[in-house]
């Protein structure tokens, strides 16, 4: 890739804002920080649902702004917002105060979903490179690896203790480094002819409901997509930390494995073209899709066996880094340039619904052990996986995004 070209400076211009953007020094005890605060585990399912109710409301109003307005305001919004929300994690104690927290947290997500792919694949194809758009987003997303790789070690050191002070000494270097994300997005430059528009609204959201209507397989591979990330991403990660501790791993050593899983993680992301240039994007993605399974089920089933949870936590990390940016490059293959934002944003909502549905069921089992939970993660991980997905050319690609444009 021409480092001159408007693509390559988004890239690395997004690398850093990912970079300081996802650093979360809290992360690698987050759980236990609940935990301590008085929160249950039915309780850290429901903060999920806040999260993705927000999303939910705010996915086609924010996707819309990115459209109208452009990436680099979408993001200014979304990062002062995130900020304001990391902020209230320092005086919550009640569970109402978490749930407010994940609500305007996940509100500030919507800013940059959608509007992120949307500006990469628009500076590629400037360049005529939009076929490298894995490759991009692998690695931009390899910028949260980095950045956990830092900030797991030192959060599960500085939190040993799972002492108060120590949560929010944590909270407080996490606000440090988000803060400095702000300046990054000031330097987002704008493809000349990008998918920002500046047309009616409505027109975007009817444009965009038909892009998906026209292009079912577009609908059927993100389905693919969410029904693993949610729960191998989104409520595994919520369960790793009690699970890895009640297997018998030491607090202070759980942030090592996080940064393990991060080293992994970073190569994997930046190794997504020579991957995918060795097996085709639609077998990584059933591959990936089953070994999520796997793991979870492994971890559901022997959560006392310290070895078999750890290994389970490496596959279904290895998973959650190479699985984005396929369905990246898959997805906006088949998107027209205008209303890319918000055709994304319309996705996300089906996301957020499902999502919803999944924490809310979880949440009623809950109290009876991560095991369970675990074993139903499996089962809808295994509905994803066998839905069916298919590869589109470049050119069946370009032709069809020209169908749904005329």
């Not at 399912?45 to 305001?73: C, H, N, Q």
């Not at 910028?143 to 500085?158: E, K, N, R």
């Not at 918000?342 to 009876?368: E, H, K, P, R, W």
Request: proline content about 3%; glycine content about 6%; aromatic content about 14%.
């Amino acid at each position: 890739m021409d480092k001159r070209t408007i693509a390559s400076h988004n890239i690395r211009v997004l690398f850093w804002i990912s970079f300081f953007g996802t650093i979360s020094f809290l992360q690698p005890v987050l759980t236990l920080f609940y935990f301590e605060r008085g929160l249950t585990s039915s309780q850290i399912l429901i903060l999920l649902m806040f999260w993705s109710g927000a999303v939910l409301i705010g996915e086609v109003p924010t996707g819309m702004f990115a459209d109208r307005f452009g990436a680099k305001y979408s993001f200014l919004f979304g990062s002062v917002i995130k900020t304001f929300s990391i902020v209230l994690l320092l005086f919550a104690y009640d569970p109402w105060m978490f749930f407010l927290y994940s609500f305007i947290n996940g509100f500030s997500v919507t800013f940059f979903s959608g509007a992120d792919e949307a500006l990469i694949y628009d500076s590629l194809k400037e360049s005529n490179e939009e076929n490298r758009m894995d490759h991009a987003m692998g690695k931009i997303q390899s910028a949260t690896f980095v950045s956990m790789l830092i900030a797991v070690i030192f959060g599960s050191y500085l939190a040993k203790d799972l002492a108060d002070s120590q949560f929010n000494l944590l909270i407080i270097l996490g606000l440090a480094f988000h803060l400095i994300e702000v300046f990054f997005v000031f330097k987002i430059k704008q493809p000349s002819m990008d998918s920002f528009k500046r047309e009616n609204p409505f027109s975007q959201i009817k444009s965009g409901l038909r892009v998906i209507r026209q292009a079912p397989e577009l609908l059927l591979m993100f389905l693919n997509v969410t029904l693993v990330f949610i729960p191998a991403g989104a409520v595994y990660q919520y369960f790793d930390q009690p699970l890895m501790k009640e297997a018998g791993l030491p607090v202070y050593l759980i942030g090592v494995f996080y940064a393990i899983s991060a080293v992994m993680g970073y190569f994997a992301s930046n190794s997504i073209g020579w991957i995918t240039a060795k097996v085709s994007r639609v077998k990584l993605m059933s591959v990936s899709g089953l070994l999520a399974v796997i793991g979870l089920l492994l971890s559901a089933l022997f959560g006392s066996s310290l070895w078999i949870v750890l290994g389970s936590f490496f596959v279904l990390r290895l998973v959650r880094a190479i699985r984005y940016p396929i369905y990246a490059q898959l997805s906006n293959d088949l998107i027209p340039s205008g209303i890319r934002a918000t055709t994304i944003s319309l996705l996300s909502i089906v996301d957020s619904v499902l999502d919803l549905v999944v924490f809310g069921v979880l949440s009623t089992i809950a109290v009876t052990g991560y095991s369970t939970v675990l074993i139903g993660c499996a089962f809808i991980a295994l509905i994803g996986t066998i839905l069916p997905i298919k590869s589109v050319s470049m050119q069946k690609a370009q032709q069809n995004v020209k169908q749904i444009e005329s």
